[in-house]
T-cell receptor, first 115, second 114 residues
Framework: AQSVTQLGSHVSVSEGALVLLRCNYSSSVPPYLFWYVQYPNQGLQLLLKYTTGATLVKGINGFEAEFKKSETSFHLTKPSAHMSDAAEYFCAVSAAGGSQGNLIFGKGTKLSVKP | NAGVTQTPKFQVLKTGQSMTLQCAQDMNHNSMYWYRQDPGMGLRLIYYSASEGTTDKGEVPNGYNVSRLNKREFSLRLESAAPSQTSVYFC?????????????FGDGTRLSIL
């Protein structure tokens, strides 16, 4: 069975500061990992994904994430926060080689950016 | 491209009423999904359709039924609405069900049951 844990339901940073959103997963098979962002009253948008290959993955809006198998982590970072980054972020895992693309989502981390 | 379109965007129902949430995608995707989002719970899978003609239960299927009408459309039905089904419902689609295809989401249906 797979699961995702996002540490911290709320994270607050100052504009220009480093953003670090933590995600740890549990999977008995090699995972596919995703980060999604949700702005108020909207659906989820894909930020980035890891399937195979390079463990440092770059996404949209300056975000990146690193897959660390030994730590079962896929933390999301951005060097310098912008006010427009305020949103809720979801980490998700699916089973590599699975017959269905079912995603297991974490409970989300709401990011606030202070001016 | 419209992507994934959900209708209606908002709905208020009384306990015991029925309704169908509609979802259509124009990306020629094979797999489609219905989730519900509740505060502090993330997204939970209700039903999915790996390909046209197939549907399967997800994590929280009780009280819901689905129909994969064709490749483009996947509807979610509440036969007898209950207050516990007050939630935001999201439809999503992906090119394949193999796990690595990212899912594309609609903007959601906000459903309140009184």
């Amino acid at each position: 069975a797979q699961s995702v844990t996002q540490l911290g339901s709320h994270v607050s940073v100052s504009e220009g500061a480093l953003v670090l959103l933590r995600c740890n997963y549990s999977s008995s098979v090699p995972p596919y990992l995703f980060w999604y962002v949700q702005y108020p009253n909207q659906g989820l948008q894909l930020l980035l994904k890891y399937t195979t290959g390079a463990t440092l993955v770059k996404g949209i809006n300056g975000f990146e994430a690193e897959f660390k198998k030994s730590e079962t982590s896929f933390h999301l970072t951005k060097p310098s926060a912008h006010m427009s980054d305020a949103a809720e972020y979801f980490c998700a895992v699916s089973a590599a080689g699975g017959s269905q693309g079912n995603l297991i989502f974490g409970k989300g981390t709401k990011l606030s950016v202070k001016p | 491209n419209a992507g994934v379109t959900q209708t209606p965007k908002f709905q208020v129902l009384k306990t015991g009423q029925s309704m169908t949430l509609q979802c259509a995608q124009d990306m020629n995707h094979n797999s489609m999904y219905w989730y519900r989002q509740d505060p502090g719970m993330g997204l939970r899978l209700i039903y999915y359709s790996a390909s046209e003609g197939t549907t399967d239960k997800g994590e929280v299927p009780n009280g819901y039924n689905v129909s994969r009408l064709n490749k483009r459309e996947f509807s979610l039905r509440l036969e007898s609405a209950a207050p516990s089904q007050t939630s935001v419902y999201f439809c999503a689609s992906s090119y394949s069900g193999g796990g690595q295809s990212p899912q594309h989401f609609g903007d959601g249906t906000r459903l309140s049951i009184l």
